[in-house]
T-cell receptor, first 116, second 112 residues
């Protein structure tokens, strides 16, 4: 099983639609989770952290299900500017030795295209 | 504008060349990272430096040699690369113990 797995998409949705991405992770001991956004030919940028109780930031809602080891990101009222690749990120697996607390493991990303 | 800069932004080199990638962070962070991003693959962590000390080498071939002279600067020295090393090389920084990493714009490397 891959450490962090995402549906690569692409998800093509009309403006105003609601879209949800899921991500699964293999290490049950993982404690920290994030969603990063990467625009085409740009660097990744932190979108939001994911907390156990779920959290919301404007049109974006992130949820964590530890029992099933998956994380979700919900985008409501999609905008054209939301078009990007969304990366699911988990704190590095302990099997990667060294400064484990500083390491992030990235999924391949899910590509979203919002269409006018 | 991120607080992490990388030069050059694009690099084409032959397999026998030696070149270096440079990263500089202006955020007062004390941890810096090199990542490789290839097409259809997730970001791969290559090296981690905390307080100028290398704390992780993620099984990277010796043709990649990192250098961290201080907490603000990070280099990646390249020699005798292979075509499969063509990728986007991203530098990132963070505060030690903080998982939020800030990325530079990357260097797009092509090995011919």
């Amino acid at each position: 099983r891959k450490e962090v797995e995402q549906d690569p998409g692409p998800f093509n949705v009309p403006e105003g639609a609601t879209v949800a991405f899921n991500c699964t992770y293999s290490n049950s001991a993982s404690q920290s989770f994030f969603w990063y956004r990467q625009d085409c030919r740009k660097e990744p940028k932190l979108l939001m952290s994911v907390y156990s109780s779920g959290n919301e930031d404007g049109r974006f809602t992130a949820q964590l299900n530890r029992a099933s080891q998956y994380i979700s990101l919900l985008i409501r009222d999609s905008k054209l500017s939301d078009s990007a690749t969304y990366l699911c990120v988990v704190k590095g697996s302990p099997r990667i030795s060294g400064a484990g607390s500083y390491q992030l493991t990235f999924g391949k990303g899910t590509k979203l295209s919002v269409i006018p | 504008e991120t607080g992490v800069t990388q030069t050059p932004r694009h690099l084409v080199m032959g397999m026998t060349n030696k070149k270096s990638l440079k990263c500089e962070q202006h955020l007062g962070h004390n941890a810096m990272y090199w990542y490789k991003q290839s097409a259809k693959k997730p970001l791969e962590l290559m090296f981690v430096y905390n307080f100028k000390e290398q704390t992780e080498n993620n099984s990277v071939p010796s043709r990649f040699s990192p250098e961290c002279p201080n907490s603000s600067h990070l280099f990646l020295h390249l020699h005798t690369l292979q075509p499969e090393d063509s990728a986007l090389y991203l530098c990132a920084s963070s505060q030690a113990g903080n998982y939020e990493q800030y990325f530079g714009p990357g260097t797009r490397l092509t090995v011919t």
